[in-house]
């Protein structure tokens, strides 16, 4: 008996060592969609546990589908798996999440006082939602004054329920001051809500309106004028460079300041007010003036997605700095490049693989229609299919839905999926 205790012991004793100082060939720092991607690549070609994820969540989250849960088509359960399920099985995962980073010394502190040094570095945070950084916010998203998010498990699904308790009055959309995660999701909620309302005979004792922080509706002229042709159409209110301040749930009235006019502030009465928060990197890049940018973003080449101080650090996704659209889709693209380049300054060659900020936005308008919006750092359109997509298709709302999300969950985390761009060119060779 004694025997077996002290056999515990000094199992327990050489575990809690063991999970104390940790060592890999690559560091993945994040789990979500580019994390995921690249680690699962990498750990095909480097064997058993040389690639190390590091990341606190219990659940990955197809977020794209966020907007069809709000809109009430999908439910929050369909939009994740655990994530156990989803990282490759080759790759090592430590359920936490970086303190500090040590990138002269290639070493990373985790928020429970772990050691982790690697070899190579991906940063893959993504973006945090800042809910508490408007006041009154929070308050609202907890009572039922008509405040929504889809911008967070925690909220999105209470947006529907807002949405079918809706009667009458304004029903106000927001866009923040900030870099967002799926730019084009502010706005779509906005259609989606105008439908709902068409169809349940509320249309004509609303209004809507979309208050959006940006100078333009959307970024891509081609796609921006086809969505005032949707807005004007639709009798949707747009209002430019205006900034959500404040929220007072107890009177249902929100604040808005105007960007261009620093100091003048408009209040609006809601009956609906959905929020897209501000959001930033998380605290421990931020912070870290060695790998990040003034604006906290990983600092990397746009074209190599290599740092532009340390050779042996790249960065995917959200957290880059790299100035395309923070999309899903523009992780897939990412995600080869990433990939090749980090193989090849694991050989000791050059990198030569180049990203041209390629970035997706499904930007759906109702409930069985959408614009297939898809761009460059040019933000000149580099579409798929051999037709225009500036208009409004059931088909690419069809594919939206359906087609999406197994890609996402068979493909794009299993490391098979980097984008359209083969099939593209493949689809306008045969129109040639």
């Known amino acids: 008996m004694l025997q077996s205790f002290n056999f515990s012991l000094k199992k327990l004793s050489c575990t809690s060592y063991r999970f104390a100082h940790h060592g890999c060939k690559v560091l993945v720092v994040g789990g979500g969609t580019g994390g995921c991607a690249v680690a699962a690549k990498l750990s095909k070609i480097l064997g058993k546990d040389e690639v190390l994820i590091l990341d606190p969540s219990e659940r990955h989250y197809y977020q794209p589908l966020f907007t069809l849960v709000g809109a009430g088509v999908y439910t929050l359960n369909d939009s994740f798996k655990l994530q156990k399920n989803v990282l490759p099985d080759n790759a090592k995962w430590i359920k936490d999440s970086a303190a500090e980073f040590h990138p002269k010394s290639n070493q990373v502190i985790t928020t429970m006082g772990h050691k982790i040094n690697y070899d190579f570095m991906l940063l893959a945070l993504g973006l945090e939602t800042n809910y508490d950084k408007i006041p009154g916010l929070l308050e609202g998203l907890k009572n039922w004054s008509g405040v929504c998010s889809n911008y967070s498990d925690k909220y999105v699904e209470k947006t529907f329920q807002v949405l079918k308790n809706f009667e009458s009055g304004n029903a106000i959309f927001t866009y923040p001051n900030t870099p967002v995660k799926c730019p084009g999701a502010?706005?779509?909620?906005?259609?989606?809500?105008?439908?709902?309302?068409?169809?349940?005979?509320?249309?004509?004792?609303?209004?809507?309106?979309?208050?959006t922080s940006l100078p333009v509706i959307f970024g891509v002229k081609k796609y921006a004028d086809a969505l005032w042709n949707v807005v004007n159409s639709r009798d949707i209110e747009v209002n430019l460079r205006m900034n959500l301040v404040e929220v007072r749930s107890d009177k249902k009235e929100a604040v808005f300041e105007n960007l261009d006019k620093p100091g003048e502030k408009q209040v609006m009465e809601y009956s609906m007010l959905h929020v897209t928060p501000p959001m930033s990197t998380p605290y421990a890049l931020r912070t870290n003036k060695e790998l990040s940018n003034p604006a906290g973003f990983a600092d990397v080449d746009p074209e190599s997605l290599r740092h532009i101080t340390f050779p042996n650090v790249f960065a995917i996704g959200d957290c880059s700095s790299s100035p395309n659209s923070k999309t899903a889709a523009a992780a897939a693209a990412q995600s080869a490049v990433v990939f090749h380049n980090l193989k090849a300054v694991m050989d000791g060659k050059d990198v030569?693989?180049?990203?041209?900020?390629?970035?997706?936005?499904?930007?759906?308008?109702?409930?069985?229609?959408?614009?297939?919006?898809?761009?460059?750092?040019?933000?000149?359109?580099l579409e798929t299919f051999p037709i225009s997509q500036d208009k409004e298709m059931t088909s690419m709302y069809l594919m939206k839905k359906y087609l999406m999300p197994p890609l996402y969950w068979n493909l794009m985390l299993c490391g098979y999926w980097n984008g359209p761009a083969t099939m593209r060119k493949l689809l306008h060779l045969y129109m040639k």
């Open 352 to 381: 030569h693989k180049v990203y041209d900020g390629y970035a997706s936005c499904p930007l759906v308008t109702g409930y069985n229609k959408c614009i297939l919006a898809e761009f460059n750092y040019k933000l000149e359109p």
């Open 186 to 211: 502010p706005q779509k909620i906005c259609y989606l809500v105008d439908d709902y309302l068409r169809k349940n005979g509320k249309r004509q004792k609303s209004k809507i309106i979309y208050n």
